[in-house]
T-cell receptor, first 112, second 114 residues
Framework: SQTIHQWPATLVQPVGSPLSLECTVEGTSNPNLYWYRQAAGRGLQLLFYSVGIGQISSEVPQNLSASRPQDRQFILSSKKLLLSDSGFYLC???????????FGQGTRLTVV | KQEVTQIPAALSVPEGENLVLNCSFTDSAIYNLQWFRQDPGKGLTSLLLIQSSQREQTSGRLNASLDKSSGRSTLYIAASQPGDSATYLCAVKEEPGTASKLTFGTGTRLQVTL
């Protein structure tokens, strides 16, 4: 069966520090991968998606970047965090375009 | 631009009651609609996926319906239990394109009381 792992679960980082959040999927190949952010009281916002290794599309301009170095690995990064980067970050995957999407357990990022 | 609305924002019901959660979307051109459950501080758990060609899907005590032309979906929960307490989110997958992104509503926070 397929599983998705996301870590760390919580993270407190100072302003200006770098960020690296990792997501891996097991039990499938060539998944579509997504990074969402959930801000308090707001819906989930798509940040990045990837349909293959090295293929990254950004939905919104921001202080973050994403990479997909391996088929089932998706990384969210920042060189210098801002206070506004605080939020709940969720990784998701889907096999194909019209199937169910599955989410990880999320990372709570607090920038102080 | 697609907008997804969920009403009510919060709902409290006594255990055993049947309930309906509502989801509406402004652009009826969707591939599918998915219902999720989110427990506090946790990720999303997929509950049901309805394709645009379907009218409803059932899983246990859950039944989701889709009226694509009117831009509405409902999630029916039968015989509610305290363990059903969570935030319920609906999301639509828009067409066309390869992005395959989901547009989410802001959710309905459900509390089932003893």
């Amino acid at each position: 069966s397929q599983t998705i792992h996301q870590w760390p679960a919580t993270l407190v980082q100072p302003v200006g520090s770098p960020l690296s959040l990792e997501c891996t999927v097991e039990g499938t190949s060539n998944p579509n991968l997504y990074w969402y952010r959930q801000a308090a009281g707001r819906g989930l916002q798509l940040l990045f998606y990837s349909v293959g290794i090295g293929q990254i599309s950004s939905e919104v301009p921001q202080n973050l970047s994403a990479s997909r170095p391996q088929d089932r690995q998706f990384i969210l990064s920042s060189k210098k965090l801002l206070l506004s980067d605080s939020g709940f970050y969720l990784c998701a995957w889907r096999q194909g375009q019209n199937t169910e999407a599955f989410f990880g357990q999320g990372t709570r990022l607090t920038v102080v | 631009k697609q907008e997804v609305t969920q009403i009510p924002a919060a709902l409290s019901v006594p255990e055993g009651e049947n309930l309906v959660l509502n989801c509406s979307f402004t652009d009826s051109a969707i591939y599918n609609l998915q219902w999720f459950r989110q427990d506090p501080g946790k990720g999303l758990t997929s509950l049901l996926l309805i394709q645009s060609s379907q009218r409803e899907q059932t899983s246990g005590r859950l039944n989701a319906s889709l009226d694509k032309s009117s831009g509405r979906s409902t999630l029916y929960i039968a015989a509610s239990q305290p363990g059903d307490s969570a935030t319920y989110l609906c999301a639509v997958k828009e067409e066309p394109g390869t992005a395959s992104k989901l547009t989410f509503g802001t959710g309905t926070r459900l509390q089932v009381t003893l």
